[in-house]
């Protein structure tokens, strides 16, 4: 065991759903005061959420009752209670553990806690067999020298525990830096694989990893733009780019696109869907289809043609032209050939 002088208690805890439903029982307090009460108990014992007098010896309600000093009816009731919530495991030799201790407490720091106890214990039990040694041997010479030897190890001891006690107090708070520090940089990995794994659903270049180039093209680009506004800019170039209505074909790898002067083109308020849309495009929706050859342009409703065009064949439908039918055939023929010339030369 490690002797953790703290545990973590999440300011949401009276949120949660379970707790809630607990501050409906009778003893409602109380039963709460036990809850805070094993957490502490098992912050104390520091193994991984266990709650136990020794190794080998489980505490017993009675047990928990008295070290607790609260009713033993409602220490039953609470273990009961927090059991059936899944707050807590009770093992077949009936050892009592926190449910999911490893997420909410900093276990990787409980241990080096651990680690470090037994390191200044080891230390403390060598000094001891080795003052005891000297000892011995100064007890031929003078028993003057014996007691007063002892006295001056005994301080030099407390000194050095003392310092030892302050040295881990220093690499406890250390180690929390190192977690803070660690969490954050596993936030950032997070976001730059996010936006890495945004990229290549797009089909666009394929990148078989995400190299260390590409993280801090990425790093540098999340320092001026947010996540979403990045993934949009990455929607609207994956548009662009694949559109027939656009010009823009230039396809970038993740890097590229990255650099400042690329990716600000694709940011919503850039508005690159107008930027790079073909000059062309403002009298169609889409290309339309040519029809087979000695076939006549038929127009559907997502095509949008030239009014010269739409007049001819309006004039053509309602019969304003005099002419006879052959002549309007004729001249439909005309107004289809031009028509497929028009789009021709559009489209070079």
């Known amino acids: 065991m490690g002797n953790i002088k703290w545990i973590k208690l999440s300011t949401q805890m009276f949120e949660d759903e379970k707790i809630k439903l607990i501050e409906k029982m009778p003893d409602a307090d109380t039963i709460l005061i036990i809850w805070v009460k094993l957490l502490s108990q098992a912050g104390k014992v520091n193994a991984n959420g266990y709650i136990f007098l020794s190794e080998n010896i489980p505490y017993t309600d009675e047990m928990l ?197 690329d990716i600000r083109k694709f940011l919503d308020e850039a508005d690159p869907l107008n930027n790079f849309i073909k000059k062309n495009q403002s009298n169609f929706n889409r290309q339309p289809q040519h029809p087979p050859r000695g076939q006549p342009y038929r127009s559907t409703k997502q095509d949008i043609v030239p009014d010269w065009y739409e007049k001819q064949r309006t004039d053509r439908n309602h019969g304003k032209n005099q002419e006879d039918q052959n002549d309007k055939a004729k001249k439909a023929a005309e107004a289809d050939k031009m028509l497929q010339d028009y789009l021709a030369a559009q489209n070079n």
């Not at 106890?117 to 040694?133: S, T, V």
């Not at 010479?141 to 040295?167: F, Q």
């Not at 506004?229 to 823009?248: G, M, P, Q, R």
């Open 65 to 261: 009752a008295t070290v607790f000093d609260r009713p033993l009816n409602t220490v039953r009731l609470a273990l009961s209670t927090f059991q059936q919530f899944g707050m807590i495991e009770i093992d077949e030799d009936h050892f009592i553990s926190i449910s999911n201790w490893d997420k909410h407490q900093n276990i990787e720091g409980m241990e080096r806690v651990r680690k470090l106890n037994a390191e200044r214990n080891k230390r403390y039990r060598e000094r001891k067999k080795q003052g005891l040694l000297e000892d011995k041997t100064s007890s031929d010479v003078s028993v003057t020298s014996h007691d007063g030897t002892d006295i001056d190890k005994e301080l030099d001891i407390d000194k050095e525990l003392d310092i030892d006690k302050e040295l881990d107090i220093d690499k406890e708070l250390d180690i929390d830096k190192e977690l803070d520090i660690d969490k954050e940089k596993d936030k950032k990995n997070n976001t730059v694989r996010d936006l890495f794994d945004h990229y290549i659903s797009k089909n666009i270049i394929h990148h078989r990893k995400l190299t260390n180039s590409i993280k801090t093209a990425i790093n540098a680009r999340l320092k001026d733009y947010s996540l979403d506004e990045l993934k949009k800019a990455i929607d609207n170039y994956d548009f662009v780019l694949k559109s027939d209505n656009h010009w823009f074909t230039h396809k970038y790898p993740l890097a590229d696109l990255m650099r400042d002067k």
